[in-house]
């Protein structure tokens, strides 16, 4: 049998992998062999690597749970073995989990700590008379026992006062990021308040699409500040210059090797620094949004900069105006009457002058401006949000190492798109038209901005 290779730690050797499954006795048998090599290799800290990745890759979990004793017994003041018992209390296996629970309540292990207050909650409030929980399981019990023996008190206040200590720079770091300051002024600010969200009603009409997934209702915002134009070139550009590759702002799921620069960065139709900066992907965008000190806007967020508290249809008002908005027939130059024109038209559409200036500087055309100032909230460009097209939550991708071809029909890898483009007909440039786009693909049609927390 060939060594087992593990990324980032060490390789297991043959030897450790050799567990005959032919009958119960036999299995623990050859568990017991190998636990004991284990145990003989991890006698100094020399065999600290092996059993790290005897804790996180073999196979067999009894294996994983004697490892994680091992490291816990003689290791447990090295902050990598600490890490790693840490790591084991999330294992798929449950008596994987609970033997590093035990471990850690046995010897105090505080690196576990953020670990278990992800599992259980703060222990000071599952051991306030008046917090009422769920009943417990194994694992839970197991968590609350643990973190109240590191922690050396049942004293919800007591508690209270150690959890702040432990977790002081933690959460300094977390102020610290909430606080970034905006880097950008040129904002509107959209007060706090009621507004009228979605739509009773449409027909397909001409070109058959429909707006049935956002119906009519009335939401409530918090104040906030939002971008008066789309995010430009020349900032982008900024944000390119002053991250030179660092990773500090990028989403955990991001894809490896990425670097934000656009892929059309290079077109002249698309680049010049006052145009919207378009051929970047969700990832993209969250990160830019982090370094600017805010983030993308809720798709709640951007109806309500778009149309104000009336319910208005597009930005400037309820009646079609092509003169305020940048879109497929002024793109072209070439009217379209249905859906067949239209996709008629799209299809001659070329990576060199076809057509010859599709995008305007993004703050062209201010007779188009919503009520709060905000530009272009119609066409020109898609606007990426930070919404789930079908949940209606927050993103929250995890397909990090993955094909886009493993997940492109995974309802959690499509984000929601609003505005309208360069090459939209009249029904996509309302309001509350809702479009979709998958989370890592670049287009020459989306763009974004990002919104900011008003201080109180």
Known sequence: MVGHLVSDTVEIPPEYLK???????????????????????????????????????????????????????????????????????HDSVDWVAFTALKMATEHRIDAVVPDLIRISGWPSNFTRKDFTRKPVGCGAAFTKRALLAIFGSTDPQRLRQLEDEYFSEMRARIREHATRPRRHDDVVLVPAGPFMAGVAGTSGGPFRMTQGDNPLRAEHLAAY????????????????ADTGGSAQFDHPDQPDGRNHQ?????????????????????????????????????????????????????????????????????????????????????????????????????????QGASPYGALQMSGNVWELTRTNFYTGED??????????????????????????????????????????????????????????EVAE
């Open 262 to 366: 656009p892929v059309h960065w290079h077109d002249p139709r698309f680049n010049a620094p006052g145009m919207p900066v378009v051929g970047v992907d969700w990832y993209d965008a969250w990160a830019f949004a982090r370094w600017s000190g805010g983030s993308l806007p809720s798709e709640l967020q951007w109806e309500k900069a778009a149309r104000g508290t009336d319910g208005r249809t597009y930005p400037w008002g309820d009646t079609w105006e092509p003169e305020r908005v940048n879109y497929v027939e002024r793109s072209y130059g070439t009217t379209v009457h249905d859906l067949d024109e239209l996709e008629a038209l799209l299809v001659t559409t070329t990576d060199s002058d076809v057509p010859q200036h599709p995008v305007l500087p993004s703050d062209s055309l201010p």
């Open 19 to 89: 567990v005959d499954g032919s009958s119960d006795e036999q299995y623990w048998a050859s568990i017991r062999s190998v636990t004991a090599l284990a145990d003989q290799h991890g006698q100094d800290a020399s065999g600290i690597p092996l059993l790290i990745s005897l804790t996180a890759h073999h196979p067999e979990w009894p294996v994983r749970a004697a490892t994680v004793r091992i490291l816990a017994n003689r290791h447990r003041h090295v902050p990598e073995a600490a890490s790693a018992v840490a790591a084991a209390s």
């Open 225 to 240: 500040y939002m971008d008066r134009t789309t995010v430009t070139n020349a900032r982008y550009a900024e944000f390119l």
């Open 395 to 452: 993103m929250d991708p995890f397909f990090k190492g993955r094909h886009p071809m493993e997940f492109m029909n995974r309802k959690d890898a499509f984000h929601v798109l609003r505005g309208g483009t360069w090459t939209s007909p009249q029904t996509c440039l309302t309001t509350f038209y809702r479009g979709k786009d998958l989370i890592t693909d670049f287009h020459n049609e989306v763009g974004f901005r990002c919104v900011y």
